[in-house]
């Protein structure tokens, strides 16, 4: 065993590809994406920032909204939760982002469709409030809520 065996797993599948010369194309490729500026698929540190901007305000909300409920006990987590779900899909369903992705420039837009549907965004939140579809993503950097719902975060600008 050398370094090289090492590194083909440390670096990622990705690598491994490359190094055998088998070339898999940008992200978004396969779904007609330009390879970068507006529209191409957005990077994870922009959507993780989103989504942790969209659950701070989620928390300050629920914080608002019910202050019978010290924050930090399992009820005040019930109702960030809530209203990450209503605040999360209604601001999808009506502007294509939600509040943490339209001041990082991102949006979620659906595949072969001029805009996110009801049932799409329901089902892409519901997905995400689950978490471990949102941490396991495709080649085209897709997570499993947005292939379930047919939808890709894009760059806004």
Same mark, same amino acid.
């Given at each position: 065993?050398?370094?090289?065996?090492?590194?083909?797993?440390?670096?990622? =599948?990705? /690598?491994?590809?490359?190094?055998?010369?088998?070339? #898999?194309?940008?992200? %978004?490729?396969?779904? !007609?994406?330009?390879?970068?500026? &507006?529209?191409? &698929?957005?990077?994870? @540190?922009?959507?993780? +920032?989103?989504?942790?901007?969209?659950?701070?305000?989620?928390?300050?909300?629920?914080?608002?909204?019910?202050?019978?409920?010290?924050? @930090?006990?399992?009820?005040? +987590?019930? /109702?960030?939760? #809530?209203?990450?779900f209503i605040m999360k899909?209604?601001?999808?369903?009506?502007?294509?982002?939600?509040? !943490?992705?339209?001041?990082? /420039?991102?949006?979620?837009?659906?595949? @072969?469709? =001029?805009?996110?549907? =009801?049932?799409?965004?329901? &089902?892409?939140?519901?997905? #995400?409030?689950?978490?471990? =579809?949102?941490?396991?993503?495709?080649?085209? %950097?897709?997570?499993?809520?947005?292939? /379930?719902? +047919?939808?890709?975060?894009?760059?806004?600008?």
């Amino acid at each position: 065993m050398d370094r090289r065996d090492v590194a083909t797993w440390v670096s990622g =599948p990705r /690598a491994a590809l490359d190094a055998a010369g088998i070339d #898999i194309g940008y992200r %978004g490729e396969r779904l !007609g994406l330009p390879p970068d500026g &507006v529209g191409s &698929v957005a990077g994870y @540190g922009k959507r993780f +920032g989103a989504l942790f901007i969209d659950w701070f305000a989620s928390a300050l909300v629920a914080h608002l909204m019910f202050p019978q409920f010290a924050y @930090g006990t399992q009820q005040s +987590g019930v /109702a960030t939760l #809530i209203v990450f779900f209503i605040m999360k899909s209604a601001l999808t369903m009506l502007g294509g982002a939600s509040f !943490g992705q339209r001041i990082l /420039a991102i949006r979620v837009i659906a595949l @072969g469709k =001029p805009y996110v549907n =009801p049932w799409r965004a329901l &089902v892409r939140t519901l997905l #995400i409030c689950l978490v471990i =579809p949102a941490v396991i993503w495709d080649r085209d %950097g897709r997570g499993l809520q947005d292939r /379930a719902a +047919g939808t890709v975060v894009v760059k806004a600008r």
